[in-house]
């Protein structure tokens, strides 16, 4: 299907991926969900995602790793802004929202979150709502829980469900590599596989108490150091082993990553994109060109961060937002 031109008052956003360089999971909590503690990045991967006013409501998907949404109302984009409507009290107008897909879908590496963070930018934009970073802080928090981290964007620390934040200081650009899978990987089903793993290790009871997760004091030396070869030896992620559980073909993508000379590999988030870092854009370049070359990934590409969380790049007045 080809979809219908947008008109020039279409408002477009885009917002980027994020990587969790280090990812640890406490216990599973009594209401299904886990604490964590996470270190994330930003990096220039983005999905741009369109709105307008429209005559039904719509989610259109294109690019590399366009999607089919069938139902638009299940659409995180449009829960974004029925949010919005319902707390400012909109006339009830539908909307057209067209995404430009490159974050992978179920990818591990919060592209939905993207999504949504990129929606209420933008359709506070339309309907110049003029919220400030705080109000769209706290409609990203009822949405998600990576949704405030893809709206503010830089290389932060999350706690709790990973929605409270706090930035984390860190030089320098960082240069990474991603592997994508074609099949991604449910995030419900990662963390029930990592239940099952610390069961089967320590009895149905958890005998072995999983501790309060921390984030490691190396990492953050790394990374106020900038020295991408300290933050490659740092990278970590307690749900790696569940995803690789279910994808055993996984590790041999981290293998040959490693093998090809990455300074460090780790699942991003539930998987199952694998991001490597390397020194510089060279070995990036040189490591992408080995790894798409190889038999055990053909989809990579080059990202660099941190970046900027959502940001206008089209729409009346675009500057001045
Ligand atoms: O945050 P989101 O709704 O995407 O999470 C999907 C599922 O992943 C949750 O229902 C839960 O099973 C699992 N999850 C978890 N602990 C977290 C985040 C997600 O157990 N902190």
Redesign the pocket.
Known sequence: MTAAPLPPQAVTVRAPAKVNLELR?GP?RPD?????ATVFQTMSLYDEVSVTRWDEWEVIASGPHAALFPDPMDNLVVRAAKLLAEHFDLEDTPLSFRIDKSIPVAGGMAGGSADAAAALVAVDHLFELGLDRSELDSFAAQL???VPFALAGGTAMGTG??DRLAPVLSRGTYHWVLAFSDVGLS??D???ELDRLREDRDGPDGAIDVPVPEVSAELMTALRSGDPAAVGASLGNDLQEAAFSLRPELREVHAAGLEFGALGAVVSG?GPTIAFLTADVESAMDLSVSLAASDVCRDVSRAKGPVHGAQIIAGPSAGTA
């Open positions: 999971v599973r299904g969900y886990h604490d964590l998600g829980a990576d469900r990973g995030t419900p990662v963390f029930a539930s």
